[in-house]
C-alpha cells in the first residue's frame, strides 16, 4: 500500500506538497530546502508570509501590511528544489494521493496540511458583516478603516447619541487579540486623536471589552489576568466580564437584556479550523481540526501530515494544544524534519511541544508575560514582548522597519498608518474627449 | 453683491472652505493656520495626503502607501483655526455661497476648489476596467495586483502562448508616469522576480510603452529624452512611438491594424479635471479645468479660488501650466497668502509660477533632470531626483522610512511590499459551532 516504501522507486524525487505559508508550512519547507531527493510544492492562497502576531497592528494603524508579510516566493527563493504557487486548495484524494487546487490537480508522495483557521462565529455568521474578525490582513485593513471612519464620521455629525453611538467601540473576546484590539483602541483616542479633532472630544470614545467568561486572558493566571485589566482600564477600557452577546445588529451588540449602542463591534472571540481536513474524510474533532498521530501524521496515512491551526494535537499533558505561532512552528519544523530523515531511513520520532511561556501586550508600554511560574508585568514585559517579537520577525528590514516605526509612535504618539482606503470609492468615472500631459515630479516650491 | 467688502461684519470670522487635501489645498490651508478672523474647514474625500510623485513606487511594491500619506488631521493639527472633515463634493452654489457635500451643506465665505484630476480614457471608459490608472491609492494597490498576479499566474500555466500573455505588459503613454512605471516593471522583472520562480524565467517578460507622440517625455528636450529611451531599453523595456492606441480589450492592446496580446495593461496617458468646476457653472476649458483669473480666483467670484490639477491658468509666456506637483504647491500657498493678506486689508497681487525644472526616473539607478539649458542625466541625476523626493515627502518619519525602503531595495534587489491584497478571497465563511481559545503570541520555537 505505501508506495513510500517500495523498492525500485529509490532514483526518483519524493514529491511533497505543503498546502499552506503560514508559521507551520513555512518552517516544513524550510526543513526541506536543497535537501536531495525531494521536490517541494508550496501552495498558498496568498503570495505573502503573514506574521499573523503583530496583524492587529495593522489593524491599529500601526504598522503597514508590508511591514509584518513577507513575500513566500522570496523567503525560500534560495531553495532550487521549493516552488512556490498562488492558488487555493478545494479538495483532498487521500486514496489517489493528490490534492484539487483552483488552478488544477497535484500529486504528492508526502502531504503537509498547514491550511490554519478562520474566526467562528458559534453559528450566526450573520453578525460577521457587523463585527469582523482579525485573521488575514484583508480583515486588518477593513478594521482599520471601520475604526478610523467612526471617529471620522462622528467629527461631522451633531447629533450627540448619534455621535455616542460612532464613538462607542465593542471588541468581543477577551483573550490576547481582544485585549490588544482594545487596549490600542483606548491608547489612540486618549492620545493619538484627541489633539486631531475639533468638533468631538475622541477622549468620549467608550471602548467595552466584553468577555463570556469570568475574566479577561484565562489562559494566565489570576494574578496576571487582573494587572492586565487593570492596565486596560487606565487606558480607558471598560471591561465587561461574564457577558455573552446575544445578537449583534447595524445599532450594537446585544447581551441577554442589556444592549450597548455601537457603530464599531470587532470579534475576538472564536476560531475554527480550515475545512479542508473534515471534506477531505480525515477525522476531525469538534472544532474542525484534523486529529493527528504523534508523529503528526492522520491515521492510516503516515504519509499525509496536518500541522499548525488546522490540527489537533493532544499533548502530553492530555490537552490539545491551542492554535498559536509556537506550536505551528515547532510542528512545522518536526514534520520538515521527519520527511528529510525518513529519506535516508531513519525511523520516525514523536512530536514534542516545548512550551516556552505566553505574553500579552496592553497598549504601548505595557504587557504581561508567564512561563509557569515566572511571571513578570509592566514595561519590562512590554519590552521583553518587543524583543521577542522582532526577533521572530521574518526578515532583516522588516524587523529594523518595525522598530523605526514603533519607536515614532512611541515617541510621537502618532500612528503611522492612519490611511482609509477603499479600493472603490476613489475613482470617478472619467468623460472629457481630451486629456492634459502627464503629471510632472516637483523639483520646486515656494520657500 | 460681495459681502467680503460690506462693512459691519467685520468682527466675525470668515469662513474659509478648502475642498481637497492635495499639494494645493494643503498649503492654502497652512498658510491659514492660527491666522486671526478666518475659520477654516479643509474637506477630502481621503483621510490622508497624498505624495502623489511617488504613488508609481506604491504599484510597483517598493512603498507601501503610508509611506507616502500622512493623515490630514496630523498634518494639520497645530492650527486651532482648521477643521478637517471627511467627505465629497457634490456641487457648489456660488450664489449662494455654499458647498453640497455627501454628509450636509457648508457655506463659504472664501472658497478654495482644490479637487485634482482624474485620468481620462479620450471617451473610451470601456478601457478602463481592461488598463486601469495611476491617480489614488486604489488605483495603484489595483495595479500592483495585477502585476504580481499576472507573474504568479505565468508560474502555474504550461502554454507557452498563455504564458507569453502573461508575461506581457503594456504601459500607454509615455510621460513622467508611463516610464517610471515602464522602468520599475522592466527591473523587477529583470533583477527582482528572476531568482524568485522555477517554472517560467520572468526575464522573458516583455514590457511594451506605447506613446502616440514621436518620442517619450516629449516636455523633457530631445537629448534627455534620447537618454532616458536608452535607459528604458537596458531595462528590457521596448518602445513604441508614433503608435496610437485603437483599442484595449481582454486580450491585450490594438494599435490601427497591430495587437499585442497582453494580460496587463496600464493606463498613464492622459488626465482630466474634476467635474465639480463645469457642473458649478464656472468657466472651464476643452480639458474640464476651470479658467482662473491672474490672482486664481474665477470671474466675477474674487471669492472663490480654484487650484492645481483642477484650474487652468495661462503662464506669462502664454501657455497653460501643467497638471504637475510644484504647479499646486506654488498655487495653494499664493491663495493661501491672498486671503490671510487680504484680512488686514493689502491688495491682491497676481500669481506667477517659479519654474525649477523637471525631473523623471528610469528605474532604481537612473533619472533625467532639466532646468532650462541644465541638463542632468544618469546616477548623478537619480541621486538629485532621491533627495528631491524625500526633502518634500510631507513628515519626518515618512523620510526616513522611506529612505530606508529604498537603501533596502537597492542594496538587495528586492521589493519590500510585494504582496497581493485581495479583500474579498480571505474570509472563508466560518460554521463551526465551537470554537476552540484565541492565538497566543509566539514566545518561543524551535532552534
Redesign the interface.
Known sequence: MNELQSPGKETRSRQALIVGGG?AGL?AALQLGNVKGVEVTLVD????HLF??LLYQVAMAGL????I?A?I??LL?AY?N??????EAQSVDLAGQKVQFD??ELNFDYLVLACG???????H?EW?KYAPGL?????A??IRKRV??AF??A???TDPDEQKKYLTYVIV?G????VELAGAIGEMSRFT?S?????INPSHTRVILVEAGPRIL??FSEQQSNRAARDLENLGVQIWTSSVVTNINEEGVELGEERINAATVLW????????LGKSGGMPVD????VIVEPDLSIQDHPNVFVAG?QSSFTHQTGNTL?????VA??QG??IGKTIREELTGKPRSKFRF????????IGRSRAI?E?GRFKISGFIAWLA?LV??IF?LTGF??R??VV??WA?SYL?F?R???????????????????????????????P
Chains 1, 2 share one sequence.
Open positions: 508559521f518552517n492562497r496568498h503570495n505573502y499573523q502576531p503597514s501590511p508590508a511591514d508579510a513575500p516566493r522570496s527563493s532550487q521549493i516552488s512556490v504557487l498562488l492558488g488552478f488544477g483557521a478562520t474566526h467562528s462565529y458559534f453559528g455568521n460577521e485573521k488575514t490582513v484583508a480583515h485593513t477593513e478610523l471612519s471620522e464620521h467629527e461631522r455629525i473576546g483573550g490576547p487579540t481582544g486623536l489633539r486631531d479633532f475639533r468638533r484565562p489562559m475576538a472571540a472564536g476560531v475554527e479550523a480550515s475545512e469538534n472544532r474542525g481540526r491551526d491551542p492554535g498559536t505561532a509556537p512552528l515547532q519544523t518536526f516545548h512550551d516556552k511561556g505566553q505574553m500579552a501586550t508575560v512561563l514582548w521577542v517579537h521572530y528590514k522588516n529594523v522597519l523605526m516605526q515614532w510621537s502618532r503611522g498608518a492612519r490611511l482609509i482606503v477603499d479600493r472603490d470609492s476613489s475613482s470617478e468615472p472619467p468623460k472629457a474627449p481630451e486629456a492634459k500631459p502627464e503629471e510632472e515630479v516637483p523639483v520646486s516650491s515656494e
